[in-house]
């Protein structure tokens, strides 16, 4: 009798260690949601970008960006920050044996003050610091919209938006053959068009 109780005491005891271990892993499963989307988002670059070449294009956004509906555009919520995001998109390109960006920014962003935005004088300073060198195009904002709702009609375009508060904080990469420079293409359209006479 008394073996009958002690048998039952441990198994109570176990049933109840195996409803606080489960009662755990239920309570950590939305916290490894909640880390998702910024892993999300390196592994789709590094799963995208073999196969992106010239004329697609890869957009670091802010978190006000459209969702566009072109059958080419994919927008990716990072749940990361925009120089964050960017600074892992660049480090990728720049060890990407095939593509290379060409750097649009909205215009309007050099005209937006920190009384009406604040903290945009940091986030312009990041950009500097982060795009160090590279050759900057500003481009009005709704141009840029309206040329990439016309690429995403014929070309992939990946959308990676970010939790900028910002406005025209957006930075857009065209991107072009690394192996293959724009010289390098008028040079040959040249010599075609020489022989063809």
């Given at each position: 009798?008394?073996?009958?109780?002690?048998?039952?005491?441990?198994?109570?005891?176990?049933?109840?260690?195996?409803?606080?271990?489960?009662?755990?892993?239920?309570?950590?499963?939305?916290?490894?949601?909640?880390?998702?989307?910024?892993?999300?988002?390196?592994?789709?670059?590094?799963?995208?970008?073999?196969?992106?070449?010239?004329?697609?294009?890869?957009?670091?956004?802010?978190?006000?960006?459209?969702?566009?509906?072109?059958?080419?555009?994919?927008?990716?919520?990072?749940?990361?920050?925009?120089?964050?995001?960017?600074?892992?998109?660049?480090?990728?390109?720049?060890?990407?044996?095939?593509?290379?960006?060409?750097?649009?920014?909205?215009?309007?962003?050099?005209?937006?003050?920190?009384?009406?935005?604040?903290?945009?004088?940091?986030?312009?300073?990041?950009?500097?610091?982060?795009?160090?060198?590279?050759?900057?195009?500003?481009?009005?904002?709704?141009?840029?919209?309206?040329?990439?709702?016309?690429?995403?009609?014929?070309?992939?375009?990946?959308?990676?938006?970010?939790?900028m508060t910002i406005p025209y904080s957006s930075?857009?990469?065209?991107?072009?053959?690394?192996?293959?420079?724009?010289?390098?293409?008028?040079?040959?359209?040249?010599?075609?068009?020489?022989?063809?006479?």
């Amino acid at each position: 009798m008394l073996a009958g109780r002690k048998f039952a005491f441990a198994m109570k005891t176990q049933i109840r260690s195996l409803l606080a271990i489960t009662s755990l892993l239920l309570l950590a499963i939305p916290l490894a949601h909640a880390q998702a989307p910024d892993t999300d988002w390196r592994i789709k670059l590094q799963q995208e970008l073999p196969l992106l070449g010239h004329r697609n294009w890869i957009m670091i956004v802010d978190s006000a960006y459209p969702l566009q509906v072109s059958p080419g555009v994919e927008t990716i919520e990072t749940g990361a920050d925009l120089p964050q995001v960017l600074r892992v998109v660049l480090g990728t390109l720049d060890h990407a044996i095939h593509v290379t960006p060409s750097i649009y920014l909205d215009a309007e962003l050099s005209y937006v003050t920190d009384e009406a935005a604040p903290g945009v004088s940091v986030y312009r300073q990041h950009l500097k610091e982060i795009l160090h060198d590279r050759p900057v195009k500003p481009v009005l904002h709704e141009t840029l919209l309206k040329q990439v709702n016309d690429v995403g009609q014929n070309f992939h375009i990946l959308i990676l938006k970010t939790n900028m508060t910002i406005p025209y904080s957006s930075v857009f990469l065209q991107l072009d053959c690394k192996y293959w420079p724009p010289a390098a293409e008028q040079q040959l359209r040249h010599a075609m068009g020489g022989a063809s006479r």
